[in-house]
């Protein structure tokens, strides 16, 4: 083992957990792939048998407990999130959980709380468009004052389906706009005061009762606006962008790049940009890689970068707001507490 090398336990290896242990083991520098585990025992033994060195431990608390597991990637599903991560903090190790943190403002606060009496940061969020080259250089425009200040952003956010017969309308809030939401608080360096979900008449795709496509309105601590659009079923591939609007300028983050011209004989005739990305995992790939390796390399300082424990707790609160706001079409207030007591 390299000095000082990472070594990392992957909880959850689903299509996500198990692309992130591909990355660890393939892309990512300073940091070695150890154990795995999943409910379904056979999925993370087949996984742990892909590669050498890695075991399959059933318990997940066992594998964030094990002396050999130095830090802990959560890719599980959002409800056991909380008891994942208050294990970390006990054990006193970095964790890289997906979003969302928590299922709700409250079990995202115990987290929170936990963390600070450990008295250490351990948290990152897995808010992967902060890592994405183009997000990031947005981000640092805006901040840097340029194009003057940010009056609007406008984001789309559109995947090609769901087909989960099991798929409800809150879910779009949840796991889908809960990205937008950290990007808008990234972007303005703000809080959002409050949230308006609109429902649109749905398309024919969506599932019986779910309303697809949602657009969500954010009020900024400053006065800005954020529009948002997520269609999840929108049956062509993922588009993912934002456009800062600012007094002296704007700028697009995500937008195609026209690649090579080509024409040929037969359907279609030709193309003359690039093809749109089928899913998340190909559009952010990227940004996964250079979010892990950031925080391989933070962890191993003692230190932590990217979205924090506050920004999980902060989405989640804004995310049950529009949730509220989804059911009833009106604005509703974001409520937090305040961030240096906690109280
Ligand atoms: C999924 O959970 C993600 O995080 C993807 O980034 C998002 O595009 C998708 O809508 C979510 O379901």
Not at 65 to 71: Q, T
Not at 253 to 270: I, M, N
Not at 287 to 299: H, R, S
């Amino acid at each position: 083992m390299a000095e000082n090398e990472l070594r990392v336990g992957v909880i959850g290896v689903g299509m996500m957990g198990a692309d992130h242990a591909d990355r660890l083991v393939h892309r990512v520098a300073g940091a070695r792939l150890v154990a795995v585990s999943d409910p379904d025992t056979a999925r993370a033994a087949a996984l742990a048998g892909r590669y050498d060195g890695v075991r399959s431990v059933d318990d997940p608390l066992a594998l964030v407990a094990d002396d050999e597991v130095d830090a802990v990637v959560i890719a599980s599903p959002g409800f056991v999130h909380e008891e994942q991560v208050l294990a970390c903090i006990a054990a006193g190790k970095y964790v890289l959980c997906e979003k969302p943190l928590t299922m709700d403002s409250e079990s995202s606060l115990r987290v929170l709380r936990a963390e600070r009496e450990a008295g250490k940061e351990l948290i990152q969020v897995g808010f992967m468009r902060r890592f994405d080259p183009q997000y990031a250089q947005l981000q640092q425009l805006l901040a840097s004052g340029d194009l003057g200040r940010t009056l609007l952003l406008h984001n789309t956010h559109r995947n090609k389906s769901v087909p989960n017969p099991e798929f409800r309308s809150e879910m779009i809030v949840r796991d889908s706009l809960v990205h937008e939401v950290d990007v808008a608080r990234f972007m303005f360096g703000q809080e959002i005061t409050t949230i308006q979900v609109l429902s649109p008449a749905p398309t024919s795709h969506a599932c019986e009762g779910v309303v697809d496509p949602q657009v969500a309105l954010f009020t900024m601590a400053g006065g800005g606006v954020v529009t948002n659009e997520v269609f999840v079923n929108c049956q062509v591939g993922y588009e993912v962008r934002c456009e800062a609007v600012s007094e002296r300028g704007t700028a697009i983050a995500g937008r195609p790049q026209s690649g090579l011209y080509t024409t040929r004989v037969g359907e279609p005739a030709g193309s003359w940009g690039g093809t749109v990305d089928p899913d998340f995992i190909a559009r952010f790939g990227l940004a996964y890689d250079l979010e892990f390796q950031a925080w391989v390399d933070a962890t191993r300082r003692g230190e932590v970068v990217g979205a924090t424990s506050w920004d999980g707790y902060a989405s989640t609160a804004v995310c049950e707001a529009g949730m509220q706001s989804l059911a009833s079409g009106q604005p509703v207030a974001v409520t937090l507490v305040d961030k240096e007591t906690l109280t």
